[in-house]
């Protein structure tokens, strides 16, 4: 790869951003526009009840974490032998692709197959952005390239989720898809004129790639993960709906509870980052439980306009603040299968964002209220903990048997 100017650098990290934003946009934004979607879509099914309609409207998110789970393993095998570059470009159009026929199709079956493609290129793009964003910011600086090319996640979860909201309930849920394929069109520019071409990895093997399905400490946090995660988003996924039902807020209130809790996932973050770097251990033995107890205080305090930001921000903060340790084990687990690890990070919280949407949209359409997914939550978490510890324990009691037998310690046994 040629030298790159300081301008130059920052444009392409930018460019790599932005697609993160969109991909964040696209995902989080669909969950407060169930109830346009539903009234749009499904207007039978909304009209008879509309807590039936929302709920089987939150298919759509499921379909798009389904589509993430699918497309991270399948598409980072195909591209370990592929030019980085080249496929960015390919997943940018593909999201710009994907969520523009989101906007345009007619009907509620034709949107849910829209929203299953559109998931497709997400976990790649991410484990490919953060690779070439590494390798764009050099020796000694990775790290900080990581972290600048995911950090469009970040300020679409504070900034982008909310305005994509609000366009939706302004000018109807079409057009949100519609801007967010705007941003995608100007990414994959960006990146075509930015990111220095970068021909595949010498020695990239897709066998390898393949073997981190075979490590079992894999499996073990990919498992933490999609249970885990699953609920905050069998309440997130309702949010909008429940803040309007229970708490009474407007449609204008709405973006700014979206925008507390986008901050409260960026304080987590960086919280978690902190304390992930020092013991990942210790910060899931705090974060798991401080998780269960904010998704119970959303159930208990939705009811109240100034209760349901401070539970929801409590709950975002709490969620994220577990997720760096996550990312890391599961990154380290994989061992040399780097692009595979870094999708399945993505693939991960995406079972995650199905299962939660499935369930909390389950007790919803049962008859039990837009309190009930609190429980469901909560008891997802507690799982997820559960997961955890024997996920620890199980990696010392691998790492001593290595080191009792004279054996080296792999990365799985290093992860936490």
């Known amino acids: 790869m040629t030298q790159l100017t300081p301008a130059r650098r920052r444009l392409a990290l930018f460019a790599l951003a932005l697609g993160g934003f969109g991909i964040g ?28 309609g929302i709920a089987r409207a939150g298919w759509l998110v499921s379909a798009y974490a389904i589509g993430v789970v699918v497309g991270a393993p399948v598409i980072s ?8 570059t080249t496929m960015l470009l390919v997943m940018a159009a593909a999201l710009l692709m994907g969520n523009l026929a989101s906007a345009i199709v007619p009907t509620f079956e034709s949107l849910l197959v829209m929203r299953f ?8 793009y991410f484990g490919l952005a953060s690779l070439v964003a590494a390798t764009v910011m050099g020796p000694g600086n990775q790290a900080k390239g990581v972290a600048l090319a995911l950090s469009g996640l970040t300020v679409a979860n504070v900034v982008g989720v909310p305005v994509m909201t609000a366009v939706g309930q302004a000018y109807g849920w079409r057009m949100a898809y519609v801007a967010v394929a705007v941003v995608f069109a100007v990414t994959a520019i960006g990146v075509w004129l930015t990111v220095p071409h970068q021909d595949r990895v010498v020695g990239a093997n897709r066998r390898r790639e393949l073997r981190a399905f075979r490590l079992p400490q894999v499996w073990i946090v990919m498992g933490i993960a999609g249970i885990g995660f699953g609920g905050f988003f069998a309440i997130y996924s309702y949010l909008t709906q429940m803040s309007r039902e229970l708490a009474g807020l407007s449609g204008a209130g709405i973006p700014w509870l979206l925008a507390v809790v986008g901050i409260g996932m960026t304080l987590g973050n960086i919280l978690g ?7 990942a251990r210790r910060t899931m033995a705090v974060g798991f439980p401080a998780l269960t107890a904010a998704l119970l205080l959303v159930g208990a305090l939705a009811g109240s306009p100034v209760g349901i930001f401070v539970a929801g921000f409590l709950m975002a903060l709490a969620n994220s603040f577990i997720m760096p340790s996550i990312q890391s084990w599961l990154i380290t687990a994989a061992g040399p299968a780097q692009l595979m690890g870094a999708s399945l990070n993505h693939a991960a919280f995406n079972v995650a964002n199905s299962i939660g949407a ?4 389950a007790v919803i359409s049962a008859g039990f209220g837009y309190r009930s997914p609190a429980l469901v939550a909560a008891a ?14 199980r990696q010392k009691a691998d790492r001593r048997r290595r080191l009792e037998a004279g054996l080296p310690v792999t990365a799985s046994q290093q992860a936490v």
Not at 117 to 124: C, E, M, T, V
Not at 273 to 279: E, F, Q, V
Request: hydrophobic share 50%; with cysteine.
């Open 25 to 52: 946009c696209t995902e989080f934004a669909s969950m407060g526009l169930l109830p346009q979607i539903a009234q749009n879509l499904l207007p039978d099914l909304y009209g008879a009840s509309s807590e039936t």
């Open 77 to 84: 095998f195909f591209a370990a032998k592929s030019s980085r």
């Open 117 to 124: 493609l559109a998931g497709i290129p997400h976990g790649a």
């Open 273 to 279: 980052g902190i304390s992930a770097d020092r013991s």
């Open 358 to 361: 499935l369930l909390g949209g």
């Open 380 to 393: 997802l978490v507690v799982i997820g903990g559960l997961l955890a510890l024997a996920g620890v324990k």
